[in-house]
Each structure stands twice: as C-alpha cells, then as structure tokens.
C-alpha cells in the first residue's frame, strides 16, 4: 500500500464548488476497514477486451507469489505488488445465438446469452451504481471504443448505451454551458418532470382494464416512468451545484475507427480525473472490436480476423501487437491511479479495477478459462491464482467479493457459488 | 376419452403428486425403455431426465419438455441404436401434446400477445409518417433509443422487450428533437449552391505534381482532373477539401461530370457521404455508382441527407492495373503524369441543397393545424392559444394513439400547457409540452388490444405496422372508424394496398433483417488478402439482391419453393461478375433471369446468406447449417453442451474444416446434432465467405513489407471443397444442387410452415406457442396451393384468427 503523499488530492482541483463535489460517505464493511481508508470512497472500473488476448502471451505458466510474468504481463510488472492474475475463472453455458454473444454477459453471468427466451439481468457496474446513485454527478459512467453497445445492464437486462466520444464525456463531466443553455436545459428538465407525472396518472388509469399479462407490462412502464422522476429530481439538483473545475484540457475525439489504441488512450486519461473528481464511482469500458485494420504498426488485419488466427504464426504475431498497445496503455491507467493520492492511499488502493475479456479462446469463441486480473480495491496483490482449468470456478466469486469490496452487503452474484478470498 | 380428460385435469391441478401419476401411465413407459439409459444421473448428456420436474407452469421444465417432445417427434431421438417400441413412443407423445398444449394455453389466458411496444425500428418509422419528416431524421430518433435486446427471433416480440427508466428518459429526449425538428418557423433557411471545378482546385494544386507521400496520384487535364485509385478518394477529392461545408441538415442534390478516361472497359464512378477523419475522411454511405461505358461526358447524380460536418467524395472502383511500374503513393516518384492505366476523368462536383418543396415545410403546417404562419414565419393565432392546443392534441392524438381520444382524455393532455401559458412562454413552448407527452404516452408506446377479437383500429394497427412497419394512414383509420375492417373482402383489399405501397419495402427489408439475419451483413470484414475482391459496392448489391428477390416473390406471389431454387435473381454489373453471369451492364440492380448452369437462384445461393454465415476468413459448416435449420425450416439447434470447445478454423491449409467435424461428430453426444446441422453446411462450403463459388479452399499468402507498410501476398490454392454428404433421412447428395433438390422435394411444407410462423411472429408480436402449431398447419394446408404461393400466404396469415385475435 502506498504511503500517504504530500500533495492532498483538493489541489488538483480548482477551489470553486469542489467541496460540494465530493461527498464522502462511509460505505466501508469492516472487512475492509483494515487496509483501506474508512472516509474515502470506494470505487469500480471494468475493462474489457472483446477480443480476448492471446493466453500464451497472458497467463503466467507459474503460480503464487513468484509466478514467471508472461510477455504482456512483463509489460505491468512494475505495478506487480498491486494486482492479481486469476486463471481458470468462467461463467458457465456462455454459449449463445452468436459466438461473441458472450460479450454481452461478462458483467452479468446470465446463461445462453441471445438463445430463445434469453434475458439479460443486472450486470455488477450497475448494481454498485444502484448503491451509490446520485451521491455522485453521475451513478455510474459507460464507456465504449467504437459504438454505443455496452456491458452495463438494468436489472430488467436493457443495455445502457455506451459512451464513445471523450469529448462529449468531458463536456458532460467538467464543462459549464452558457447560461441560456443552462436555462433551457432546467426548463426541460422541468417540463420533463410534469410529463412525467401526468404519464404515470395515464399508466395507472390504463391499469385498471388491462388484463393480467399487460397488466405487467404496464406495471414495469410505471415503475420506468417513476424511477425517471426521481432520476429527474436528482439530475435537477445537481444542475444547481458548480461541475468540478480539473487543470486537464478537453479531450479531441479521434474520429478515425481504425485508431483503436489512440481511442483506448483518450479514454484511459478521462478515468483517473472522473475518479479523483468524484463525478462517479463506479466506470465500465467495453474495449469493441472496431471492424476494421487497427491502426499498428505491422498490422494490416482487422482485429477480429486476427483473433481468429487458427495458430497461424503470422496472425499471432500481428494479433500480439495490437494487444501489446493495449496492455502498454493499461500499465498508463495503472501507473495514473497509482500516482493519484486518495485517503491515506492513492486511487487505485480506493478502486476495484477488473480487467480482462470475455473469451478465454477468442480463436474458437471459447468463453473458458477467461483473462483476469484484478487491481487495487484494497486487496493482497502479487500473484497469480490458478483454477482448475477443466472444472472452472465462477467468475461470479470474483464479483462478489469485488461488490463486496464497495461495501455492499452482497453473498451472492449470478452463477456464484461463494466469494473468491483476495486476502 | 375419460382417461384423456383426466390427465388433462391432473396436468392442470399443477401437484406433483399426480402429474407423476399422469406421467406414469403415459410417458414413463418410453423413459424407462429408451431414455433414461443415457439421460441419467451419470449422464454426459446435458440432460438428466431423473431431474426434470413436472410442473409445466414453470418455464424452464415446459421447455424441456417441449424439446424432447420435438427431437422425439421428428425421430431425432431415440438415437440409432436404441429400441423404441412404436406403441410405448405415441403414446407418450400423445400424452405429452395434450400436457403441453393444456400448459400453453393455461398460461397466455386467452391471449396470445400481451402488450408490445413499439419497436425501435417502428418507432423511426411511427415519427417519420406522424410528423412528416425525413427518413433519415426518423432513423436518427430511433436510433437514440435504447437497443432492442439480442435474444434471436423477432424484436416484436413482447416476452422479449425491455421497458426502463432509460427508456422513458429516451423517449422524451427524441419526443424533444422530433417536435423540434419537425416545427421549422422563422426565415427558410439559406440554400447552398456549390460547385467545385477540380482543375482549378487551390486544394488538389500541390497533388498534382506529386513530391510528397501520398502525393501525385491526380492527374490534371484540360477540362478537369483524372483519379485511379480509390485510396486517394478519401483525403483529395472530397467536399470539404474543396470548401463546402454543410449549414442546414437536409436533402442535397449531388452531380458530378464525369467520363471514362483511358480505358476501354466500363469503369466505375462511386460517389460517397462521409466525414472528416482528421486528415482523411471516411466514406461512411455508398449514395450512387454508376458504370462508364465510354469517354463522352455526362453529368451523373444522387441525393444525400447530409448533416453539418458532413462531405461528398467522388471515388473510383475495380479499374484494371497495367502490368509494370506502378504509381507508387507511399513515395513520391512514379506520379500519374505516365501511368497508362483505366481511369475517371471529373471536371466538376456541385452540391445543391437542402431542397426545401415549401415553407414552412409540411412537417411545420400539418402540424400547426388551424394555425396561420405570416411571411416572417411567425404564428398567427385565431382562437386563444388553449383552444389551438385542444385542437392540435384532438387531431395530433389520434394520429399517434391510432384511435380517438376521448374528450377527457384530450383535456387532461392539453392542460399539461396551462402551467407554460401562465408563465407567458411563447405558444410554441407551450404545445410542445402536451406533444412531447403525447409521443411517451403508453397509448402511443404500446400496441393496444384487449382479449379476444381485435376491434377495428387494433386490426388497422396490427395490418399497418405487419406490412408497413408503421402507423395506419388515413384511409385505414377511416375504415376503422366507419367499422369496416373486419369485414373479410374490406380487409383483403387493404392488404393489396399495403403491399403495393412503397412503405411494403420496409416490411421487407425488416423481415429479411431479421428473419435471414441480413441486419448482421456488415457485422465482418472479410480478409484483404484472402478476398481482395470484396468491397462496398460488392456488400451493397449483395443485401439489395436479398431484398429485391424477396419484394418479387411477393409481388408475383411466387411459391415458397423460390426461397430455395430460383431461375432469376437481382443483378447489376458488379455482382454478375461476382457470380459469372455474363450480359450484365451499368450498376442498377435489376431482375436477371439466370443462365440454365447457373449455381445462383434462391436464397442459399445469395452472396449476403454465405457472408453473414461466415466470418472475414473462413466458412464452417456449422453456422451455416444452422441457419438453414433455424431459418429456413424452424428446427433450430440446441446450442452445445457445457464443455464442448469451438472449432478453430485452419487457414494454413493443412486440414479443412470438414476434417475436424468428422472427428466431432465422432462423440455421440455431438452426433445428435451434427447429423442434422452439418449436410446442410456441407453443401454450402461451395461458397467462400463473401459468396463466391469455389472448388478449392483458398490459402493465406502471409505478408510482406513494403516500406513501412505491410501488405498480404497474393492467395493460393488449397485442398479441393468436398460439399457432399447425407440427410438424417438417409439421402445422399454430391453437391449443393443435389442439396437444393432435396430440401425441394422433402421440405417444401416444412419452409412453408415455418415462413408463414416468422410471418405470425412478425405481426403479432408473439411466439407460435405450442398450442398455436395446429393452426399453423391449418393455415398452410388450407391454402389449396401446395406450391404454397408467397403473396396469398400473407393473405392467410391476415384472415386467420392468430392474426385478428389479441
């Protein structure tokens, strides 16, 4: 654990307003009230590549404390002592309709993703959004590379879309409109706010003829149109409070899909500011696959069809670089949280960081023996936990420890069978 | 009969006890003499019947138990091998029909769909007509909108639809942006009339001398410029390049003056909309091609919606390179000013627009009904400003209720503008809000209906959304209200008019999306090196082949039969020389009627069918096959037992895919399946991954350098396709033809039953449960027609009870 720096978080912030900014609750268990700081809050940031990564060049061949860093793992060694390698962890039944369908289950376990009667349940992002809601601007923020698909569920399993431009992002987060703009925008919100009563008086008056099975469907639209208002509520009042002012300047979005890494950077740099702002608590980004030839050097495959390599010496050479970026980028974000103080740590010590992917086998679709590694969140870092790699063990553990890890009274999470000990 | 009633009863009575009892007489019997020998507590098979309940109210045991009533029935199960007395099998399947038809019916209670939302593509279309708006801006709202959930078969389907708090949020902000939209007031907007002489061009003037990267690749001529290579498209030649910058979104007219320039074959000129990329701009829309046959100038044109920061690039496709010195664009010697090969000469792109038929435009006085606009486009008020919004909300409400509303109802709605009236904001403010109510409201949301029969208005719903996949016009909602769309000739006559109308085409497109997956034809990008034939134009003409077939087929009420074997198809040049069909000129799609040893005809023979069932490098069988099986006959697949890794494609050449099934298939608990998915997906390995025939398997040439780029050597032949192989019923065939003639011969009520299912499904938002099947069949062997014509299907569907009865 990193030891506490002299410069306090507040002065990389400008004064005006930033107080307000970050409410600090205590939302610690007393599990954890040992190795994190009780008035400082927790966090979540899920990362994942759809793609998968290629398990020769990721998962260590050794276990424990002295496991033998693999290629891309050598690349975040420096960080060694503040993460984990987990293998043999999975959802089970992950086969769906479409092969990357599993893509769409990685933060929520249901089984069969897209087969026949299939719904989507609550992904863990937006259950610690549900436990935080509005303490912060924005209950939970969702990111995506290329296209507004995401991994972040309701509970009634309706994706949240994605985020792709970090220029919107940094508008949203940090920037002051003018006041006219501000104006209309309250004007809207209020105007909302009566369509929305009024909708749920037509809801409710509707109710009344329906039969049974519509009775459900308007059911869930008046709980929609419900938990809207209060959301309009809380949108209203943090209109009222001052954004938070941050040094950074505005991102530029690179327009161009084949520039995934330079997507993958900009989106990286947003993080660690969302963060120690407090704009949120709780961050996914779906790392897509952006259908055409990324932007490498020595790449001139779509990444998609590199995944897909057939152990074809070639591809795998191209797919490594690719993977590469991305994992270089990876020890950025860590080395930005890292260097961030928060509490009497830094803001990785205060973030459960997941990242990983999907596919275990991305050439096969193999949704088994998944990447995985975990980062921060107050947990004992330095080595690699190996499952069985027949008889997996459900990721779900994982998550329920890591939901556990904000301080949320959960022992169970999808296909979870207990909690995986990080201690 | 006795015994009958009482299982039923049993089933019914929902306790374990006795459905054990039930069970006993009828189903355990073949259990215990075929079954259970491997769907036991040891079993490998992910299914242990020793722990399949009995209570069919629970989902999840009705579908088990409804799979193993199907792979029974169809004789799928007992596999080979295991004895199966005929009596003990109909016995337990006649046992089991009654239980699950009881189930079904039990649990919808006399109603077959329950309340279904719009969908996402209804919705884009549902503004479009209510407000008048362009498609594109429609496509843009519905596109805000939260995505429908992937969980295969039709997004129609209400079991299958989210609603959140996300969803009404989404649903007030695109409320917001279509009413803005749609009411434009004020002075007309500035119309942009742009033309750029590329000759003059300050922009491409340092291109053409060439002594820098990416240079030299424009030639200048007397009249105009002269491009070779598409690559250059994307940063020289486009809009923006030449100082045109959108102000107003709208429709513009493009046309460019252009002609072939030293070559002797048609070229192609494509014209593109996209955006900048930093220096490069994508080109994100093909909005024309258009073939060049000689060297005479002529003026070609299209239309575009364009937006602010949108642009218009001119981009050539498909010219022939000369053997020898290439012009070399990653260095700056070798310019075009010497190279010899095919080209497109342009003198001038012009951009006009946006094209405005009034104003205000109609969106604006269709929906200020009763309201005056002066010449500087302000209202002009003739009552007070409530009675103009009761008015509004009376007319505008029953358009998007699709029904009218009753006094009360349009009272409680225009009141939500009082508040904004006592305020003093301005009339427009103040109607907007009760509108933006309107377009949330669950009356607009949600397909209405009661049990039972639908009554008019919801008849003139369901018909205009199956066929139009929007709200009913005037004339449907007129014949409600006068009561007569019940009657049978009234409604036959309605759907010859859908069909015919123009809206028909999206039916079809949604259908073909969805149903064939064709929705999914962009979702890969096939390998440069291994198909460096692919292309826009070739991915464009594939998904309008499938359409356009499929509008034929209806319009000339053409046999189901077609889907499979067809002596024409859709062409233009581009995909006639894609599939070897000579006599082909221009790039217009139009009906070809196929030479006799033609391989194309049907939908199994269209490049967008083996594109969406194959990734960028290679093809499988499997998906393939299943999609002939989920489909084209209903019968899909279960998905494969836990444990059970993928297959990886091999495209070192050394095995082909149909090698490592065969090992696959090997294990019995895969064979059940493989047996029926593979044939199928072995007849279509006759066709690459972009759609063209094969006999050989390409092999990857790996790469090389090429300065600071690396590029794909060009393929090689691998080892020869073999697409033969045996039906589950023992049939053999040499090849895809002999595949065709097959599911011809054996299948044809098969694909009959399952188009008119996907047709109910489609329209009425709910699944062909198990008590619907009979009435499914009836419908098809009711037809009197065993060709099973296409156009009269729908007729069927329309005039049959799943379809008038909620």
């Not at chain 1, 509005?134 to 994706?159: D, E, H, I, K, N």
């Not at chain 2, 598409?230 to 002609?259: C, I, K, L």
């Given at each position: ?183 209309e925008?309250?004007q809207r919100l209020s105007d909302g706010g009566s369509i929305l009563d009024h909708l749920a008086g037509q809801a409710r008056s509707l109710q009344g003829t ?8 308007l059911?869930?639209y008046f709980?929609?149109v419900?938990?809207a208002e ?194 | ?117 719009l969908?996402?593509?209804?919705y884009?279309?549902t503004l479009q007509d209510l407000l008048y708006l ?7 709202l ?26 009404v949020?989404?649903y007030l902000e695109a409320a917001d942006r279509a009413l803005d939209a749609a009411l434009k007031l004020g ?171 009034s104003w205000p435009p109609e969106s604006t006085t269709r929906l200020l009904d009763g309201i005056e606009i002066d010449?500087d486009g302000r209202v002009v008020l003739t009552k007070t400003p409530y009675d103009h919004i009761m008015d509004i909300v009376r007319g505008f409400g029953a358009r998007a209720f699709r029904r009218p509303l009753s006094e009360s109802e349009v009272t409680r709605i225009a009141d939500l503008a009082r508040p904004v009236l006592a305020a003093k904001r301005p009339f427009v403010a103040a109607l907007k809000v009760p509108l933006r109510a309107i377009l949330s409201d669950p009356s607009f949301l949600y397909h209405a ?6 009554t008019d208005y919801g008849?003139a719903s369901?018909?205009s ?5 929007s709200m009913p016009d005037d004339e449907l909602l007129s014949l409600a209200a006068a009561g ?323």
């Amino acid at each position: 654990m990193a030891t506490r720096r002299a410069l306090p978080r507040r002065t990389f912030l400008k004064a005006t307003g930033v107080a307000m900014a970050l409410p600090l609750l205590d939302v610690m268990t007393p599990a954890f009230a040992r190795t994190i700081n009780l008035e400082s809050p927790r966090r979540m940031l899920n990362i994942c590549c759809t793609l998968g990564l290629y398990d020769d060049y990721w998962t260590p061949k050794t276990t424990g404390a002295d496991y033998a860093a693999t290629d891309y793992l050598s690349i975040l060694d420096r960080h060694r002592a503040h993460y984990t390698v987990l293998s043999g962890l999975s959802h089970e039944e992950q086969t769906g309709r479409q092969p990357h369908n599993s893509e769409i289950t990685w933060l929520t376990a249901a089984r069969h993703p897209g087969l026949d009667g299939f719904q989507n349940t609550i992904s863990i992002d937006q259950m610690a959004s549900n436990h935080f809601g509005y303490v912060t601007r924005f209950p939970s923020v969702v990111l995506g590379t290329a296209t507004p698909q995401s991994q972040s569920y309701t509970a009634s399993g309706v994706m949240t879309p994605a985020e792709t431009s970090p220029a919107t992002l940094f508008r949203k987060l940090f920037l002051r409109g003018t006041d006219a703009e501000i104006a209309e925008e309250a004007q809207r919100l209020s105007d909302g706010g009566s369509i929305l009563d009024h909708l749920a008086g037509q809801a409710r008056s509707l109710q009344g003829t329906a039969s049974a099975a519509d009775r459900q469907k308007l059911d869930a639209y008046f709980e929609s149109v419900r938990t809207a208002e209060n959301d309009l509520t809380e949108v209203q009042a943090w209109m009222d409070r001052p954004k938070p002012a941050v040094a950074a300047e505005p991102p530029v979005d690179s327009p161009d899909k084949a520039d995934i890494i330079g997507r993958i950077r900009l989106m990286f740099g947003l993080i660690p500011l969302i963060f120690e702002t407090d704009s949120s608590r709780v961050i996914s980004l779906m790392i897509h696959d952006h259908g055409v030839v990324p932007k490498v050097a020595g790449v001139n495959l779509d990444q998609h069809g590199l995944s897909h390599h057939g152990q074809d010496e070639s591809k795998i050479v191209q797919l490594k670089k690719i993977e590469t970026e991305i994992v270089q980028h990876l020890d950025g974000l860590l080395g930005a949280l890292r260097e961030r103080p928060d509490g009497d740590g830094t803001l990785l010590d205060q973030t459960s960081l997941l990242f990983g992917s999907n596919l275990g086998n991305a050439s096969s679709h193999e949704a088994r023996n998944l990447p995985v590694l975990v980062a921060g969140g107050g947990f004992k870092h330095g080595r690699h936990i190996a499952h069985d790699k027949k008889h997996n063990v459900p990721l779900c553990n994982l998550y329920v420890t890591l939901l556990q890890s904000l301080g949320m009274e959960v022992d169970a999470f999808g296909q979870s069978s207990g909690s995986l000990a990080l201690t | 009969m006795r015994r009958i009633l009482a299982v039923v009863i049993i089933l019914l009575s929902g306790t374990t006890m006795s459905l054990a009892t039930a069970f006993e007489a009828g189903v355990t019997p073949l259990l215990e003499a075929s079954c259970l020998v491997c769907h036991n507590n040891d079993a490998v098979t992910p299914l242990n019947m020793t722990k399949v309940g009995h209570d069919l109210a629970d989902m999840n045991t009705y579908r088990t138990w409804l799979r193993i009533y199907d792979r029974v029935d169809r004789g799928e199960m007992p596999p080979v091998g295991i004895p199966v007395d005929a009596v003990v099998r109909d016995a337990a399947l006649a046992t089991l029909k009654r239980a699950l038809i009881s189930a079904n019916m039990e649990r919808r209670q006399g109603q077959r769909t329950a309340l279904r939302r719009l969908t996402r593509l209804e919705y884009a279309y549902t503004l479009q007509d209510l407000l008048y708006l362009d498609e594109e801006v429609g496509r843009a709202l519905g596109d805000s909108l939260p995505a429908e959930a992937d969980s295969g078969g039709f997004d129609t389907v209400a079991s299958k639809q989210g609603m959140s708090a996300l969803h009404v949020r989404s649903y007030l902000e695109a409320a917001d942006r279509a009413l803005d939209a749609a009411l434009k007031l004020g002075k007309p907007p500035e119309v942009q009339d742009f033309k750029s002489l590329y000759r003059d061009s300050a922009a491409l003037s340092y291109m053409f001398e060439g002594t820098f990267v990416g240079g030299g690749i424009i030639k200048k001529l007397d009249d105009g410029v002269a491009i070779f290579f598409d690559v250059g498209s994307t940063y020289t030649m486009h809009s923006m390049n030449e100082g045109f910058h959108v102000q107003t979104p709208g429709r513009y007219e493009v046309t460019a003056e252009v002609w072939r320039y030293q070559a002797d074959t048609p070229v192609i000129l494509t014209l593109y909309r996209g955006v900048k990329q930093g220096v490069t701009a994508s080109l994100d829309e093909l909005i024309g091609s258009f073939d060049l046959v000689d060297d005479e100038r002529r003026v070609v044109s299209a239309m575009a919606y364009m937006r602010p920061g949108d642009l218009i690039a001119p981009s050539v496709s498909e010219l022939e390179v000369p053997e020898g010195p290439q012009v070399n664009y990653f260095a700056a010697e070798h310019n075009v000013k010497t190279y010899t090969g095919e080209g497109i000469a342009i003198r001038s792109l012009a951009i006009r627009g946006p094209l405005l038929e009034s104003w205000p435009p109609e969106s604006t006085t269709r929906l200020l009904d009763g309201i005056e606009i002066d010449d500087d486009g302000r209202v002009v008020l003739t009552k007070t400003p409530y009675d103009h919004i009761m008015d509004i909300v009376r007319g505008f409400g029953a358009r998007a209720f699709r029904r009218p509303l009753s006094e009360s109802e349009v009272t409680r709605i225009a009141d939500l503008a009082r508040p904004v009236l006592a305020a003093k904001r301005p009339f427009v403010a103040a109607l907007k809000v009760p509108l933006r109510a309107i377009l949330s409201d669950p009356s607009f949301l949600y397909h209405a209906g009661e049990p039972g029969e639908l009554t008019d208005y919801g008849l003139a719903s369901r018909l205009s959304y199956f066929l139009w996949r929007s709200m009913p016009d005037d004339e449907l909602l007129s014949l409600a209200a006068a009561g007569k769309l019940r009657d049978q000739g009234v409604l036959a006559g309605q759907v010859e008019r859908l069909l015919s109308d123009e809206r028909s085409t999206r039916f079809v497109r949604d259908f073909a999306g969805q149903a064939y997956r064709l929705y999914e034809l962009k979702a890969t990008s096939p390998d440069g090196g291994l198909y460096p034939e692919w292309n826009d134009l070739l991915g464009t003409a594939m998904a309008l082949e499938s359409e356009q077939f499929l509008t034929e087929i209806i319009k000339e009420n053409l046999g189901v039969g077609q889907l499979v074997e067809a002596d024409f198809t859709f062409l233009n040049r581009r995909l006639a020389d894609h599939y070897d069909v000579p006599g082909v000129e221009g790039q217009w799609m139009r009906r070809v009627t196929l030479p006799a040893d033609s391989i194309r005809g049907g939908l199994l023979t269209h490049a967008s069918i083996h594109k969406i069932t194959a990734n960028g490098t290679g093809t499988s069988p499997v998906p393939r096959g299943n999609f002939v099986l989920a489909s084209l006959l209903g019968q899909p697949s279960p998905p494969p037992p836990p444990g059970i890794p993928g297959l990886e494609p091999d495209t070192r050449g050394t095995t082909t895919i149909r090698d490592q099934l065969s090992a696959h298939r090997a294990l019995p608990v895969c064979a059940s399946c493989h047996q029926k998915i593979d044939p199928p997906g072995f007849a279509l390995e006759s066709f690459d991954p972009i759609g063209g025939y094969r006999e050989k398997y390409r092999v990857s040439g790996g790469t090389t350098m090429f300065g600071d780029y690396e590029v794909s050597l060009p393929y090689t032949q691998g080892l020869p396709v073999d697409a033969s192989g045996v039906t589950p019923d023992g049939d053999e065939f040499d090849g895809f033809r002999a595949y065709q003639r097959l599911l011809l011969t054996r299948k044809l009520d098969l694909l009959a039953r399952n188009l008119a299912s996907q047709l109910i499904v489609l329209s009425t938002g709910a699944e062909i449960g198990f008590a619907d099947r009979e009435a499914v069949a009836g419908l098809i062997a009711g037809m009197g027609d065993d060709t099973y014509p296409v156009r009269d299907m729908i007729h069927e569907v329309v005039s049959s009870d799943l379809f008038r009865r909620q």
